[in-house]
């Protein structure tokens, strides 16, 4: 039950700190979004630099396994496994929070440590597992790169998926 109150606490976190931003987020917006207490939350993180790492790295940890489990269904073309999977790694952050995470990894390079690298190679490895076939590395580079620019620059997540469908498209009919 903890665990389930935990993930509660760190999507809720996780909205609060894309709405607000991590600067004017505070920990009572946070409370008040997972409806806990304010001691309640500060028995779980003590202090808001150590709740954001959490949500973030729950937020990526999410992702990847949600992008490995479409990836893996074999039941669905290459396609759409592609397409799903950048839908969960990146098509879930199209919005204020893509901007927002930017400007905080790059004004905070050490509250996130390792994590804005780690999970983008993660993810990368599994993509080029996906591929397979000549060059995939250089495939998933290019397809990663394009769903970081989708990202930033489109408006809604159907947008994403449908811009991100075209750059599939494109790699399979090479």
Known sequence: MGSDRRTQVLDSALEVFARYGYRKASM???AKAADISRPGLYFYFSSKPELFRATVQHSLES???EARAAL???RQPLRERLVEAFDHWAGRYVGPMAAEIGVLIDSNPDLLG???AEYPKRFRELVIEAIGGRSPADVA???ISTA???KHDAETRDEFRARMTVAVDLYLNR
Do not use: K
């Open 72 to 74: 893996a269904d074999s």
């Open 141 to 143: 580079g290019t397809l």
């Open 148 to 150: 970081i620019g989708i």
């Open 114 to 116: 390792s994590m804005p």
């Open 63 to 65: 992702s990847i396994e």
């Open 28 to 30: 009572d917006d946070v």
